[in-house]
Structure formats: C-alpha cells, structure tokens
C-alpha cells in the first residue's frame, strides 16, 4: 500500500512528532536517500533553515539535494560565483519499490517511491519533489568564502560556500572498479555488439560518468577488443583482461597475448577467470588456470589471477589476488609480506553498505571510508550496467520503471534486488547512488590527504570513529552512522585537521 505522507503520520505518535517537525523545504547531501513520502529530517548538516553553508576542497564535488515535502511545486534554482564553484542541476525521478529487496543485501527500507535516476538540466528546476545539484569547487579557487544564492520560489536562501586549502584529484587512480559488458550499452542504443564508433562513442560517455565519480567503468574483454580501449586506461594501476579458459592451450595463447599488449605499460593487467567458485572441483580448477597462467609467463607482477574467495588452503600459492571481505583484516594482515593483493567487493551490511535502491542513502558512502580503514587497494563493483537480467535467464529490463533488476527467482532461486548492479541509467544518465559512492571516495581522498601530510594519527582515528568494524570483522548490527549527519561531522573534522596539520604543505599553499 502507498500511504500519502500525512496518512502516515498517524502510525505512532513518535512519527507524528517527527512529521510534525519536518520542514517543507530541506536542503540535504548527497547521502540521505529518503523514500518520497518519508518527512524530511528536521536537521541538516547543510542548512540551519536559514542559511546553506556548504564547505569543499578544491576538485571536490558537493551533492546538494532540494527536498520538497507538502506537495507544493516550486521553481528551484542555485548560483555561486563562477571562480569559486561550477553548478550542475539535475532533475529526479522516483522507481517504485513494490517488493522489498530480500534478505540478501541485507534490510531494506521498504516498498515505496526511491529517487535515483538524475537527468541533467539547465536553469531553474520546477519539482513538487526534488531537485538536486553537483557543486565542483574549482582547482584553481582562492581558499575562503564565497556567497551564492539558492532561490526556491520568491524565497532567496543564502549559500556559503567555504574553500579549504585541501585539493584532491577524483579521476586519478581510482578506488572502485564497475564491471559491465559492451553488449548491455549497444542493446540500449539500438546497436550492434560490435566496435564500431557510435558504440565506442557512447562507451567512452559512460567511462566518462563514471571517472568523474571516482570509479573505473572497465569490461575483462579478450585481447582482440583491447586496443580500440587502451586509451581508457588513463591514471589507473590495475585493467581487467579477458582470458579463454576453454584448455591450457587457449589460456597460454592470451597470457601470452596480454604480456606483449602491456609491454611497456606501468599498468598491470588481471585476470578473474572462476568467479566465486562454490565446490571444491571449481576452485580446484580456478587453482588450475592460475598455474597455467603462472607457466605461460604470467602471475604476479606481470598479470595477475584473481579469484573471488576467501584464501584458503585449496588454492595453496597459486593465486595473486583474493577478492573478499572475509579476508580482512587477519587473513590480509598476515599475508602482507607475501606479495599476494587482497581485494574487496560489492557491499552488505555489517559488512560494507549495499548498492540496492531501498537501502539508505549512506550506504555506498561507506565504501570509501571502510577502504582507507582497512587499506583495500581496489573494490570490485558488480556491475555498473546490469540493463538486463542474463545471470538469470530473464530478458532486458527497462530500469527507468521497473527497480528488480537481479531476480534469482526466475531460475529457481529465492533472491532479488533492486536496481542492483546499475548505478548509471541509459543515457548514460547518473544515479543518486552514484553520488553517494562518489561522496565517499572524496572522504577518502581528504583521509589520505591528512595522512600523507603528516596527519597519519589523526586521520586513523577519524577513521576508526567513523567506521569501529566493517568487512571480516563485522558482526551483528551496523557498526557506523546511517544518519548523513553523522558522516558530515567527521568529514569536517578532517577538513579541519587538514587545516591545522598540513598549513605548511606547499602543495596546499599554492
């Protein structure tokens, strides 16, 4: 049932006094991801109800988002002075949650209306809903304030925008990397699964989107489609290859093919050709290829084979990289000196946040501050455009209407989730969960800013308030904040100790 908003109300008088209070105009982040017919808190780390101070490192991006809450539609529109900060407006739709995700990603919020897909826009937005706004603070802004205005309606709101000293690059080396398959871009455009120059057109677009939050949209494409890619391989340590696993001859014919493609490159190639093998017999074969890879010329540091497992004895030395929260924090800590990677991927809670639509807003968010926590290298995203169901035997799913993306249940199976696997729409088109991952990954950034001024004490500390267990060592409840608040005070604290600690780093004068 979708009950309006004052229906609800009505459920308990501590929701009552909650709705009593939310205002009919809030101004949030990024990381608060209400259901539509949620009140609005009534505090923001943004707005005090008078004035919106925002407070940013240069290169960073702040998500703004306009929440209308009485139905009332109003034009919306922000402006801060062009030296200081470039504004970008979206509008934002709702994907109807009938089926709550299951007990797989963990608990979900519930059925309901989710904002998500963001469509860019230009000029005043008119929402009865909500409106949302990337703020870029620009490299070359002076550090210090800077005054803009938010107009919702005949109302002028005043905007702060403080500058830090802090500066950081998102798009280089990305944390988290977001498999997807050529083939889901072409099927959505209406073109062939072939490289042509619309579809690696369109590829790059989407690349793009996804750079620009942080995050490295790359397919484990055999050798043959490489070349025509290269170039996205920009800034980043680590690139997914493709290997024909069919017999140790196919193998040895693309290890070697690969090793001659990255001659020269300082970027290393990997290899995940078992992905998470269930029996004794599929990691025993995964263990299998990892040896004919090692002979052919590869493993480690040449070209790595990874597995998505925890180490274990079955594989003996045989793997480069493990891809699993259960190795963390013991299993990595003690194999340090190894030479072995461990790696992480996807998310659910206690574990790491989920990347479903009816989860909360902070979920992805603390991808970020659980990496520089437990110092994981890369985080595995499956997958960024999952436009159609294939793992399940379903069809194409239209993910602008429709939020079960991954439905297990079409093969027998018991699970489902929303909007998992797609964090950018056709288009290619952001999503609000993109933000938030971006969110984090930028707290990440101000982390290791701290750290590698000399801050390294204080910035662990942070760290371990903000995130006290996470990945193998998590039990029971969720161990961080679900509340945006919460993450914005330590983000603050950062920024300040940014200020203090790093005031002689000449980096930062400049």
Not at 149 to 166: C, G
Not at 205 to 227: K, S, V, W
Not at 253 to 278: M, Y
């Amino acid at each position: 049932m979708n009950w309006s908003p004052w229906v609800s109300c009505l459920l308990s008088a501590a929701f009552q006094a909650a709705c009593s209070s939310a205002p009919a105009v809030q101004v949030l982040g990024e990381s608060t991801r209400l259901e539509r017919d949620r009140p609005s808190p009534s505090i923001s780390a943004l707005f005090d109800g008078q004035q919106v101070h925002l407070r940013g490192a240069r290169g960073e991006t702040l998500g703004l988002q306009v929440r209308i809450a009485d139905g009332l539609q109003r034009s919306v529109h922000l402006q801060l002075p062009e030296q200081a900060a470039i504004v970008s407006g979206f509008s934002v739709a709702n994907l109807q949650v009938e089926e709550p995700s299951s007990g797989m990603y963990g608990v979900s919020e519930g059925p309901g209306a989710y904002p998500d897909p963001l469509t860019p826009h230009s000029g005043a937005l008119r929402t009865s809903d909500l409106a949302y706004y990337d703020v870029t603070v620009s490299q070359s802004a002076k550090p210090g304030s800077y005054l803009g205005q938010l107009q919702i309606e005949d109302r002028q709101i005043p905007v702060l925008l403080d500058v830090s000293p802090a500066r950081i690059d998102l798009e280089r080396d990305p944390l988290v990397w977001v498999f997807y398959l050529p083939k889901e871009i072409a099927r959505v455009h209406g073109l062939p699964d072939r490289d042509g120059p619309k579809l690696l057109a369109l590829e790059e677009a989407y690349h793009q989107l996804f750079r620009q939050h942080g995050a490295l949209l790359a397919a484990d494409l055999g050798p043959d489609r490489f070349e025509v890619r290269r170039h996205l391989m920009k800034d980043v340590q680590y690139w997914p290859v493709g290997i024909d696993d069919t017999n140790d001859q196919t193998i040895t014919r693309d290890v070697q093919r690969w090793l001659e493609l990255f001659k020269g490159s300082a970027v290393t190639p990997f290899a995940i050709p078992i992905d998470e093998p269930q029996t004794a017999a599929d990691k025993q074969r995964a263990a299998h290829i990892a040896q004919v890879i090692a002979r052919a010329g590869g493993g480690r540091p040449r070209l790595l084979c990874g597995v998505t497992d925890v180490a274990s004895p079955i594989y003996g030395n045989t793997m480069d990289v493990y891809l699993s929260p259960g190795n963390f924090p013991r299993i990595a800590h003690e194999r340090e000196s190894t030479g072995e990677h461990f790696w992480t991927y996807n998310g659910r809670p206690p574990s790491a946040g989920s990347m479903i639509l009816d989860t909360d807003g902070t979920a992805l968010r603390t991808w970020g501050w659980i990496a520089e926590r437990y110092g994981v290298e890369l985080w595995y995203a499956w997958e960024g455009l999952y436009f159609s169901d294939r793992y399940n035997r379903g069809g194409a799913t239209d993910v602008m209407t429709d939020p079960v993306t991954f439905d297990e249940r079409r093969r027998g199976g018991a699970d489902w989730g929303n909007s998992d696997g797609v964090l950018a729409y056709p288009g290619p088109k952001p999503s609000l969960r993109l933000k938030a991952l971006r969110r984090g990954l930028q707290d990440r950034l101000l982390l290791r800013q701290l750290a590698a001024c000399g801050g390294q004490r204080t910035a662990t500390r942070i760290v371990r308030q903000a995130v006290p267990r996470a990945l193998g060592e998590a039990q029971g409840e969720i161990s961080w904040s679900l509340q945006e608040s919460g993450w914005e005070k330590a983000r603050q604290e950062v920024l300040d100790a940014i200020e203090i600690e790093c005031r002689n780093d000449t980096e930062l004068a400049r």
